[in-house]
């Protein structure tokens, strides 16, 4: 091009300023396509007939975008406080930002999917070792924001650990985890990271994005530790000294070479309440979780019969357990949502277990709309609520004569219910009662 326009010399100097890159590299850096995945556009170099050299120098000029964001307490000061307050004003607890190289986390994750601690959850391991790596899921991810939801219900106000260990030993009564007695937090998360990502692009101009939030093959808890969110606990849940553990994780990947926030130190020490605890012993050992003995993966994941050596454990619990988050001492610092969405339904927060078992399928699609319950189905509900009250038979000195005769009673219809896992389960309830 120099050539061309009389110049004798091919020699070309040049300069930049770094803002003016900011504003082209934030906003054009990576496209996105129609289908939501990024897509490396055409080099820049090459579109302009320009070749190698022009590239090399983007390239370059990339990295002095990175460094001047990193290095510079002005812009990335302002842009930093800008997102937490946007977070903030949409109900996150924190914010972080971490980057894309998870392979110290990758000997871990084919280690615990070679034992087998993953069950018939095959979703687990049919992405391979993409879900240790954000930029082969999502093409030209840079950089990873995290973000947690405390998920405690602000209308129930005195759950607590003693109260739910109360729960826990009320044999008439259906314990739900926690986090699944309000809306459903896909729902709730997802919504909400769409709007900090306009809320960043209002200030950055567009650039390539995807949210996820429990929904696809991510790392969510090695995202969230590598960002500041927390520590890894000895029962695999991401902990946080003022907040404990009952929090939602949720991501946003995007193509902006963001500064990165520090992880925080362990601070579990020697304690291991929650290994102790578990009514299963799922935690194996620290920081291993087998998810075959795990309540959670029996009543929400498994798809078949609960295998007998693990029923009587199950005790009360019908969707979900919450034992090894109660039993960590770092909880008694957990937040309450400031969120109506995590109210706790009524129907859903101690519920009697001869009502539950009164839910035919309609009730049960207009009690849980809106809610995660509904994803395991009408027929998976009556197994775990039958599972429950077959327990309670099984002590009858926790039941009075009218309770112990309304569960009897509620069991029976389900006899003849057309999946035999429900008949199985209820045959072995009513056999409770003998």
Known sequence: MANEGGFASAQITYQFDVGVLQGCLLRQGLRKSAGGRFVRPQPVGRAMGLGSSYNRWVNTAHQSLSNALSGSPVDASALWAELQKAAQELGFSQIGVTGVNLAEAEPGLEAWLAAGFHGSMNYMASHGLKRARPAELVPGTVRVITVRMDYLPGNVKSLSAETA??????????????????????????????K??????????????RVFTDSAPVMEAELAVR?????????????????GSFFFLGELFVDLALPLTEPVSDHCGSCRACMDVCPTQAIVAPYQLDARRCISYLTIEHAGPIPVEFRAAIGNRIYGCDDCQWACPWNKFAKRSVLPDFDARPALNEPELADLLAWDELTFLRMTEGSAIRRIGHARWIRNVALAAGNALAKPSLLSAAQRQALVQALQPWLVHPDLVVQEQVTWSLQQAA
């Open 165 to 194: 260990w109360h729960s826990l030993e009320r044999a008439q009564l259906g314990v739900v985890s926690v986090y699944a007695r309000g809306r459903d937090y896909h729902k709730v998360m997802r919504g909400r990271l769409q």
């Open 196 to 209: 900090l990502q306009a809320r960043m692009a209002a200030i950055l101009g567009p650039f390539g994005h």
């Open 227 to 243: 960002s500041g969110q927390g520590w890894r606990g000895k029962n695999t849940l991401v902990l946080q000294r003022d907040a």
